[in-house]
């Protein structure tokens, strides 16, 4: 009889992502014990200093007292558990609201919904807004949460390459206009640091009457001269059809917003199962996004000091011949063959006293990885300089330890 758990037994023996010693080094690394605080620039971990560089706390917000004191305050005044129950039933407060309102104003839409997280904001409105008779035309190398939401919908869904509006064109083509559609991609991809095309796309939308969603996850606080994200960096904030987010990111807390017109976050409100069917996002958490965001409306020097540390950090990995391939963010993926990354980030951590995450299949093709690495506005040049010149130290130890490697098993006999 088959069993449908036969998979995680395969998965034991034969993973996907790595085999041997290989997998033994990636297991240790991927789910390597963090410290409490953890966000850095430098963090204690196993008695050890270490310079972190593997979190998204752009702007460098995740200590700041003013949030921390928000969040203290609201657990003292109604504990963790406030508001019991989801947003529709007994989860909405004043501070839930109140959050809707800045964030609406912060985006220059009509409205906003929050989430408990990020990932239910993009699923939930993916799902709500497609249903089994619509088109939902994905980047190729769109967020999961966005994949998980078109799946849930029940919509056709089709892919087009990488921000490839040639191929997007020809599939929107292909599809009459009687067909309702929307287009999903990241404004800022994940694991590459690049960025979608957004004028294009919206062009391409407006001429094939398609609605066009963006997560611009890692691009809020980030990018654009005031941090409303890449809608703002390139000047189509008002083409963009539904904007989402998360908190925590550049905003270091948690939980995620859709942001539009008013009937459609209104649908949102009554259709998306990631706010029906959750508990809402706690009121200490609410507090504390509504100081985030504050910060961030005035963070114009993190800002700043964020963008000088990735140039540094790029400039310098790219003249050292590290291949980061088109990132244009702090986002600074190093890439690799095989398990490289794990290699990378293993030797940074036990000689280097560095945290950089590997990150492997699938968040990136099988038999390719990549060493994330991403500055902060936390960050000092000599942070920098200390992660360049440890880089190139153990790129050469490792480079050595795999030709050791390679001669070994070329001398074994078959
Ligand atoms: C592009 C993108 N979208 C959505 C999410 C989900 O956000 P959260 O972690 O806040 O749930 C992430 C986080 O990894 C992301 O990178």
Redesign the pocket.
Known sequence: MADIFDKCVRFARESPIASGQDRTIAEGVLYRRSPLKNAGPWIEADGRRLLQFSTNDYLGLADHPNIRKAAEATVAQVSISSPMGARPLTGTTDLHLELERQIADFKRTEASLIFA????A?MGAVAALAGPRDLILLDRHA?A??VCGAKISGAKMRYFRHNDMEHLDAVLQENPPTQAKMVVV?G?Y?MQGDIAPLRELADLCEKHGARLIV?D??GTGVCGAHGRGTGEMLGVEDRIDLHLG????AMAT???FAAGEAGVINFLKFCAPTILFTKAMPAAVAAATLEALALLRTADDRRKSLWANRKHLQDGLRQRGFDIGHTATPITPIQGNGCDAVYLGHALYEKHNIWASAVLYPAVPIGTSILRVIPTANHTAADVDYLLNSLSAVEREVAQQRSEADAERACRPN
């Open positions: 997280n990020g990932a239910f993009m967020h949460s966005l990241d800022v994940s997560d996850a890692h998360t908190f925590s990111k948690m939980g995620g």
